[in-house]
């Protein structure tokens, strides 16, 4: 895990198994502005990082002056780099009235084979089947399997969807 320590101080950014997470420093007092923009500045950061191949925006709350024009130009300069850089972005909103759990406990419609916790936690990393296979030394098309039979497992449907999920499956 790479932390980006004393890059940003309104939020916090790190590198954890081919994600780059973005959540606001809750250790910090620093306006909506400052939030939003050290976040998009860090999105960019992680666009150009070859070892991440998913972002993820975690926690943060909706701003008052979304027509700020000083963000609106970071926004799109920060999504342009997404872009260009073929990385899936994950924007996890913070709700209100979300309850973090006391011990965070994987929920699985059925428990996961260890081949199939290798494969999702590499298939959530953004990597191919193909790119998959070749770490593990398997074919695309088991990988192809393992990734079906651990959405059916999970009772999900989507990369994106185990990417969100991730904590809550124990990923």
Partial sequence: MTTEAG?????????????????????????????????LEAAAHH???PEVKTIVL??????????????ATLYQKATALITRS?????????????VA???PRPCYVQPLTLRERQVMTLW??????????????ISE???E???SNGYRKLGINSRIELVKRAAEFGL
Avoid: C, Y
Avoid at 87 to 98: D, E, G, M, Y
Avoid at 124 to 137: N, P
């Fill in 145 to 147: 399997s393992h990734v």
């Fill in 124 to 137: 959530m990393g953004g990597l191919s089947a193909r790119e998959v296979g070749d770490r593990l030394f």
């Fill in 7 to 39: 890059r940003w101080t309104a939020i916090t950014s790190h590198v954890e198994g081919g994600i780059g997470w973005i959540t606001p420093n809750p250790h910090v007092d620093a306006d909506a502005r400052a939030v939003i923009r050290q976040a």
């Fill in 47 to 49: 666009a150009g990082n």
């Fill in 86 to 98: 073929a990385k899936t972005l994950v924007i996890r909103p913070t709700s209100a009235n979300q």
């Fill in 141 to 143: 098309r088991t990988v």
């Fill in 101 to 103: 759990p006391k011990q």
């Fill in 58 to 71: 975690s926690d943060f709350r909706p701003t008052s002056r979304p027509d700020d024009p000083l963000l």
